[in-house]
Each structure stands twice: as structure tokens, then as C-alpha cells.
């Protein structure tokens, strides 16, 4: 009270301004602080339009982050609107659609109860109403549904059962015959009977098969005989073409004055020197094919006849030592020559071409001992390198699998299938226990021989693929040709590691299976490549040593000759064989 009465004082002034009641002291007035409120700002205008107008329910925005005031629930709970969308008919904003066609609710119906409502308003023409909470409410024909008494597809009454049983029983009766002579129920039941058959003789789901179309029209006789003779060519091919085995000799004779075979290797052939040189200049040319050729093989130990497989179907072999003359031409191949790989004596040989078959070779006579097929092109054929088990053929195959033969017997008895593309080489290390392949799936993968697990599997992802690959003379490394244009070198002891620091580069041979070779003596690296040059590196320092101009176009093989130390041969897709 007194605090208002202060106020009222406050109006009461004498003449100079002062207050007659105001104390001398009071006469300053107090400094007061301007005051500060905690509280947001909040845009009220909202607010009062809100209560001024109740009818005002404008809904909210759902883009808008922020509401500046207080919505009502109704606001709240509004449905969305806005403007249509130029492709939503009924103008349901995005936000709100979950579908195609708009916004769906899930509805707590099984799918069983759904279809049996469906189908029932189908067949009858009512159905449980569904949006009726409680109580058997139907929509559709009511009256049908007086007189069907409710039912729907799903439970056939009792009566519509029995009919069915005993028209089911008439047919059942009908067929069988007249039904007078009652057959004995052991007899029905035992399967060895007649009355079994007689009751059994046709399958309930034997219905007729009305129109049967007996005869065809001319297109379509045109085309089934079209696929008959493509079935019969596909069976045909299957197993590779079949061709005339033929060979031709074209020495002077077979056996010279003292009985021996031209086969037979020279007496006196034995290593000049324990040290390799590299070859210098062109010794001799052999020219017979009229393609190119794929690959050439000097004889086992003593070099003195060369094997070399021509992409004109044709396999040659010619002399090293004497004549220099083309010796015996086997030809029982329709496409080019892939592969060939003499046997540990050399008395024989294996041929793997592109008309998808296997040949195995008498080298002296020239006959073919045995034919092998999968009906799929083998791109690598090798013999295992144990003198006891020279009747054990493998192959890599175009479908990725490595097949194993025993050619005694001509079965296959093993097939290693875990390549990801076509297999190019197989290589056998670790005193012939193991072999390592490549592959166009650019991995390189270690098995046990007999075996069809991978016990080692390189990929890297800088790895390219691998089309050839060569065993160091000491076995303890593996040469591989990486189509990046590089040799890499792999150890063959347990981990099979890539050595990183020996790596010969230099050569281009990206597209091209070009051979790697080593010098006997392990001290020289050879390749051939693309531009038909053939390069030699020092194995210990990496260096290219040399490089010789041998063919034209791509110089695919090269061969070091096992004895006599500085002369290789080589080979190109222009059909020469060149001894150098």
C-alpha cells in the first residue's frame, strides 16, 4: 500500500517541481536496470489470428522446418495437400507416397483370407464385408447368400462331398468294366497279378489329349529336319573331326646299311662345353610349312631332329646335324597345330590342334597310336616326366579344365577343374610331384599330380595372364611370360613367391603366346616377341645381352639346343624355322 501511494504522491508537485512529501534524500531518483526477459521471442500474431478465428485451419507445410507457432491438433493431423504434382493425378504430395498409384495402408488381412473372399464374391456374388469391425456383415447378392447358407469356395458342404465321392466311384467303376466280376482284394493289392494291372492300367491324370495335330506343316518339317542335321553335326563334332591319318617319308631311307633307324641319335653327340654363348648369326633356314608355326620341340637329349607344329594342319620333323632336310611329314589334323610334346625318349610325340583332338604319335614309323577327345580344344598337351608313368597324358583344355588320360587304357582318370578361363600352360616341378598351370583367368594355380585340389593359388590384381611358361635347368625357378610385356620370375619351393628382383623387360609381346626359354647352363633368359625379334637376358644382372632380328611378324617359339651350347632355333608366323 505504501509502495502506492508512492505513486500517487508522485503526481502531487509543489510549484518548483519537488515533491512536498519526498524526503531531502530521496530527492535523485534511482537508477534503475532495463529489464531482460529469458524467454524466446515468438511470433504471437499467428497465435491471435488462431484465436480470433477459429475456423482458420490452414495445414502445415511438410518442407518447413521451423513452426513460429502453436498448431492445433487438427492442424497437426491435417492431410497434406499442395500443389498437385505434374505427374500425380490425384495430387498427393510426394512425401506422402509409398506407391506408384499413391499411398497404401497395410491391411492386417491374410492373403489366404483375401483370396477366399475374392473368389467367393466371384463365384457367388457376395463376400464378408471387411470394413465391418464385427459381426458377419456381407456385401454383394444377399438372397444367394440365404441360400447357399454362407458358404464360401473354400468349404464345400457335406453333400457336394459325397456327390463327388460316388460320381468319382462311377467313373472309376466304368472303367474298369461292367463291375460284376468282383475282383479278389488280395489279388488288387499284390502288383504281380492281372487284376492289379486291370485296375491299374491307366494313371489317374491320363486325361484325353483332344486335337492332336498329326501332321506337320511345311514350315514346320522344314525346320525340325533343320535341326535334326544341326543335332546330328553337333554330335558329330563333339568328339573333334575325324580325318585320314597319313605321314609321308622324305629321307633317303628309313634304315641305313648297319640297320639303324633314321631316328637313332649320333654316337658321338655329347655337350661340347659346360658354358653357353649367345648365337651371333643365321645357320640354317628350314621352309616347308605354308603357314606359320605354332611351336617347335628338339629331340630329348640329343637335339638332333627338330619337331615343329605348322598351322597348316601339318607336323614336321627335320634334321639338325647332317642334310638340314625335312625327315617325315605327319598329317592326320583338319586345323591348325596348337601343341606338341615329345615323350622321354622321343621315340614318340603328342599333338594337340584346333579340330579339338589329342594325338599320339609314333615319331619313327609315323602312325597314330591313339586318338583322344573331349570335344573341347586342348590349348596344352604334356606327358608326365617320370620315366614310369610316360602312359599319363594331360591337357589343358578351352573349357577350363586340365584333363588327365591314361593312354594305356584311353580312359580319363582325372579331371582338374578350378580355372575361371582356358588353361595355357602346364608345367611339372618338385621332382614331378606337382604341376603349376595358367590360365587366361590370370592366376596361376599349384597342384598335387593326381590330385584335383589347388594346394597354391596365385592371383594378384596386377597380374596378367600367362601363355607360356619355363622351368629353370636348376628347377628351383619358373619363367613366366606376362602379356604386360614383361618376364616375371616365381620360386618353385614351397610358397611359390614371385621374386621381385629379377625381371626381364624389354620386349613386346602383349596378344602373343611368344615361348620363354633358358640356356642349359641357367645363365641366359630367351624370348621371342611380336616384332619377330628374339631377345636374350643375363639371368643374374636382368640386362638384355642381345637382340637377333629372326622373323618377320611375330617369332612365337625359340629353342635352345641341348647340346651343342651357343645355337638356338626359333620360330615364326611366316613359316620359317631359322637355326641360329
Not at 110 to 115: E, K, L, Q, R, T
Not at 252 to 274: C, H, T
Request: charged share 25%; net charge negative.
Amino acid at each position: 500500500m505504501d509502495l502506492l501511494q508512492n505513486y500517487h504522491n508522485d503526481d502531487e508537485l509543489d510549484e518548483h517541481g519537488q515533491n512536498p512529501n519526498s524526503s531531502p534524500d530521496s530527492s535523485s531518483p534511482p537508477r534503475l536496470l532495463p529489464s531482460k526477459s529469458a524467454a524466446p521471442k515468438v511470433d504471437d500474431t499467428m497465435l491471435a489470428l488462431t484465436v480470433a478465428n477459429q475456423t482458420l485451419s490452414k495445414p502445415i507445410d511438410p518442407v518447413q522446418h521451423a513452426v513460429a507457432f502453436n498448431p492445433t491438433y487438427d492442424q497437426l493431423w491435417a492431410p497434406v495437400l499442395g500443389p498437385a504434382h505434374p505427374y500425380a493425378k490425384d495430387g498427393i504430395a510426394q512425401g506422402m507416397r509409398n506407391h506408384k498409384l499413391g499411398f497404401v495402408e497395410n491391411a492386417a488381412i491374410d492373403s489366404f483370407v483375401f483370396d477366399e473372399q475374392y473368389n467367393t464374391f466371384h463365384k457367388y456374388g457376395y463376400a464378408a464385408d471387411p470394413s465391418a469391425s464385427a459381426g458377419n456383415n456381407y456385401v454383394g447378392d444377399l438372397d444367394t447368400l440365404e441360400k447357399t447358407n454362407g458358404i464360401s469356395v473354400y468349404n464345400i458342404p457335406q453333400h457336394e462331398q459325397k456327390k463327388r465321392k460316388i460320381e468319382k466311384k462311377r467313373e472309376v467303376t466304368e472303367e474298369e468294366g461292367d463291375g460284376d466280376d468282383v475282383m479278389d482284394k488280395e489279388e488288387v493289392e499284390n502288383p504281380a497279378t492281372d487284376a492289379w494291372l486291370m485296375k491299374n492300367r491307366k494313371s489317374p491324370w491320363a486325361g484325353k489329349k483332344e486335337g492332336l495335330q498329326t501332321e506337320l506343316s511345311e514350315e514346320q518339317q522344314k525346320y525340325a529336319e533343320e535341326h535334326a542335321r544341326k543335332k546330328a553335326e553337333k554330335a558329330g563334332g563333339e568328339k573333334g573331326e575325324v580325318v585320314a591319318d597319313k605321314t609321308t617319308f622324305h629321307g633317303k631311307e628309313e634304315r641305313d646299311y648297319q640297320g639303324r633307324s633314321w631316328l637313332a641319335p649320333p654316337k658321338d653327340a655329347k655337350a661340347s662345353n659346360d658354358h653357353c654363348y649367345i648365337p651371333k648369326r643365321l645357320v640354317h633356314t628350314w621352309s616347308g610349312h605354308t603357314k606359320g608355326v605354332s611351336a617347335i620341340r628338339f629331340f630329348p637329349k640329343y637335339g638332333h631332329l627338330i619337331l615343329s607344329a605348322g598351322m597348316d594342319t601339318k607336323v614336321k620333323i627335320w634334321d639338325v646335324f647332317n642334310s638340314g632336310k625335312c625327315m617325315r611329314t605327319y598329317m592326320g589334323h583338319s586345323k591348325a597345330v596348337r601343341d606338341i610334346s615329345f615323350c622321354n625318349d622321343g621315340t614318340k610325340f603328342l599333338t594337340a590342334s584346333y579340330d579339338k583332338n589329342i594325338k599320339y604319335w609314333d615319331t619313327e614309323t609315323g602312325q597314330v597310336i591313339s586318338t583322344f577327345s573331349t570335344g573341347k580344344i586342348p590349348y596344352v598337351v604334356k606327358l608326365n616326366p617320370d620315366d614310369d608313368k610316360q602312359n599319363i597324358l594331360l591337357a589343358g583344355m578351352s573349357d577350363k579344365k586340365i584333363v588327365q588320360w591314361d593312354m594305356n587304357s584311353g580312359q580319363i582318370t582325372q579331371e582338374y577343374d578350378q580355372h575361371l578361363g582356358a588353361v595355357n600352360t602346364i608345367t611339372f616341378v618338385d621332382n614331378n610331384r606337382r604341376f603349376v598351370t595358367s590360365s587366361d583367368d590370370k592366376s596361376l594355380r599349384v597342384w598335387e599330380f593326381g590330385i584335383p585340389v589347388v594346394i597354391k593359388y596365385i592371383s594378384e590384381p596386377h597380374m596378367h595372364s600367362m601363355p607360356a611358361i619355363s622351368l629353370h635347368p636348376n628347377s628351383n625357378w619358373l619363367a613366366a611370360q606376362s602379356l604386360d610385356n614383361q618376364i616375371l620370375i616365381y620360386s618353385t619351393r614351397e610358397r611359390f613367391q614371385l621374386n621381385k628382383k629379377k625381371r626381364f623387360a624389354g620386349h613386346i609381346v602383349a596378344g602373343y603366346a611368344c615361348q620363354v626359354n633358358f640356356s642349359p647352363d641357367g645363365r641366359f633368359v630367351m624370348s621371342g616377341d611380336g616384332e619377330g625379334k628374339c631377345w636374350f637376358w643375363d639371368w643374374k644382372s636382368c640386362k638384355v645381352f642381345r637382340t637377333l632380328k629372326c622373323h618377320e611378324g611375330v617369332c612365337i617359339g625359340c629353342e635352345w639346343h641341348p647340346l651343342e651350347q651357343s645355337k638356338v632355333a626359333t620360330c615364326g608366323w611366316d613359316g620359317l624355322i631359322k637355326y641360329w
